[in-house]
């Protein structure tokens, strides 16, 4: 009876989890998809490839529960389709390089991979701002793996911590991308930005990289709506909230560097 019972538990779990939405939520304007999912829960790194996965077991989609990432992609392929479909197979080409669905073929890095692999639906316009400055730096892959995911606990079958440690994408580990330094974030400043765009929020901290073996600079996202409003996935707040854009910003920590901008197609 307990076996039947918690088979039941999951089950009722798995379809909440995945459920699909109402077909009038697809295609709308991006400030109203931001707004349809206010107060949904924090849970970190929520997605993966499946349940046939060697690695990451958590769905390919979920509408109950975002991390600051997948809150952005939901978004987006919402916005970019009409029915329950076109979201998984538009979500399925976000998250992944060419759409592949892989661990390996994730867009993990901001900053590496997923700005670049993205062009369909966002594009970079920083670098177009006369405040802008540039970032160049290597993203050691191969490290975070090991250390981020515990690769010796959950990769001992099945070949996966070989195809772990060799994989690498194309274009290599080197890392540019241009910001707005946070001296220069002003109204005036947000008042040159589209109305709505996705934040790239920036950070550097030599000591946290030295100890952790890995570079990462971008370290948080979420929507600018109107020029004012930042959306996103609040770990702290353990929710998808709506907040003052300078007001979040001014709550950073001292690493804080400044903004990448992606103006949504």
């Known amino acids: 009876m307990k076996k039947i019972f918690l088979f039941f538990i999951a089950a009722i779990f798995s379809v909440s989890c995945t459920a699909g939405v109402d077909e009038n939520k697809f295609g709308t304007p991006i400030k109203e998809e931001t707004e349809?999912?206010?107060?949904?829960?924090?849970?970190?790194s929520p997605l993966g490839e499946g349940s046939?996965?060697?690695?990451?077991?958590?769905?390919?989609?979920?509408?109950d529960a975002f991390d600051c990432m997948t809150y952005v992609e939901t978004v987006i392929?919402?916005?970019?389709?009409k029915n329950q479909k076109e979201f998984e197979e538009t979500m399925n080409n976000i998250r992944y390089m060419n759409?592949?669905?892989?661990?390996?073929?994730?867009?993990?890095?901001t900053e590496l991979d997923w700005i670049r692999n993205n062009s369909k639906y966002v594009k970079d316009i920083t670098s177009s701002f006369k405040e802008a400055k540039l970032k160049e730096f290597q993203i050691n892959r191969s490290a975070w793996v090991w250390k981020?995911?515990?690769?010796?606990?959950?990769?001992?079958?099945?070949?996966v911590k070989c195809k772990l440690?060799?994989?690498?994408?194309p274009y290599g580990n080197n890392v540019r991308i241009s910001y707005i330094p946070k001296g220069k974030i002003t109204k005036e400043f947000l008042n040159q930005l589209p109305d709505n765009v996705v934040i790239n929020i920036a950070r550097w901290n030599e000591e946290k990289n030295k100890k952790q073996g890995f570079?990462?600079?971008?370290?948080?996202?979420?929507?600018?709506?109107?020029?004012?409003?930042?959306?996103h996935a609040s770990s702290t707040q353990k929710k998808v909230v709506k907040v003052d854009f300078f007001e979040?910003?001014?709550?950073?920590p001292k690493d804080f560097v400044g903004i990448n901008i992606l103006e949504i197609k």
Request: aromatic share 18%.
């Open 77 to 81: 392929a919402m916005h970019n389709s």
């Open 148 to 159: 981020h995911l515990k690769v010796p606990e959950i990769c001992t079958k099945g070949g």
């Open 165 to 169: 440690e060799s994989y690498d994408a």
């Open 248 to 252: 979040y910003i001014a709550n950073q």
């Open 36 to 44: 349809s999912f206010l107060g949904v829960p924090y849970v970190l």
């Open 52 to 63: 046939n996965s060697d690695v990451d077991k958590d769905p390919l989609w979920r509408f």
């Open 99 to 109: 759409g592949k669905i892989s661990f390996g073929w994730r867009n993990h890095f």
């Open 215 to 231: 570079d990462i600079f971008i370290y948080h996202m979420g929507f600018l709506i109107d020029n004012k409003d930042f959306y």
